[in-house]
Structure formats: C-alpha cells, structure tokens
Nanobody, 115 residues
Framework: QIQLVESGGGSVQPGGSLSVSCVAS????????MGWYRQAPGKERESVAV???????NYADSVKGRFILSRDNTKKTVYLQMDSLKPEDTAVYYC?????????WGKGSLVTVSS
C-alpha cells in the first residue's frame, strides 16, 4: 500500500521558520508529481509547491522567495523549508503525490503562525 507520511510543522511566531517533510512508502518506482498543498480555515485547498519528475518546481506566488522545496529521489522524500512565516501561512499542510496517474494525500499537518 502506498502511503504519504508527514512530519514537522507546528507553531511559530511571525517571522520564524518551520519545515515539513513527507516520505512516500510502498511499491513505488516513479513519482509523477510530489509536493505540498494547504488549506486555511474557510478557504479552498491550494497548491503551495510541487515538483515534477523532470525536476521542475512550481511555487505559489504567495510563497515565492520564502519557501524552498527539495527532494531526495532515493528516499522518495520531499522537504519544504518555510522561512519568514506570516499569519496568513496558517493552514493545514497536505503532502501530495501523483503516482502512476493516481492522487495520494497525507493526512495533513497543522502549521500555525501567531504571536
């Protein structure tokens, strides 16, 4: 069974930093797309940063220059470093992967940015 297991996140003051990681486990040979989405209270889920199998990374405009997505293909892991966090970054962050045309989601990790 393919699973996405998240770690990291938490609570931080504005201007602080957090990171989240996601490991894809199971019988996986190729990952089409992998990255992070988030959903704030009362809002739709949105893409934060995703990376394709070719290595192309797409960032949401709201996080460009503050967040960095990286991956370790051998470990089937993606990392999201989040710097200069703002209250509006508060959301549940979901790891996402498209594997052989099927969407997979982590259960979500709460990131809270507040004083």
């Amino acid at each position: 069974q393919i699973q996405l297991v998240e770690s990291g996140g938490g609570s931080v003051q504005p201007g602080g930093s957090l990171s989240v990681s996601c490991v894809a486990s199971g019988s996986i040979f190729n990952i089409n797309v992998m990255g992070w989405y988030r959903q704030a209270p009362g809002k739709e889920r949105e893409s934060v940063a995703v990376i394709s199998s070719t290595g192309n990374i797409n960032y949401a405009d709201s996080v460009k220059g503050r967040f960095i997505l990286s991956r370790d293909n051998t470990k089937k892991t993606v990392y999201l470093q989040m710097d200069s966090l703002k209250p509006e970054d508060t959301a549940v962050y979901y790891c996402y992967a498209k594997i052989y045309g099927t969407d997979y989601w982590g259960k979500g990790s709460l990131v809270t940015v507040s004083s």
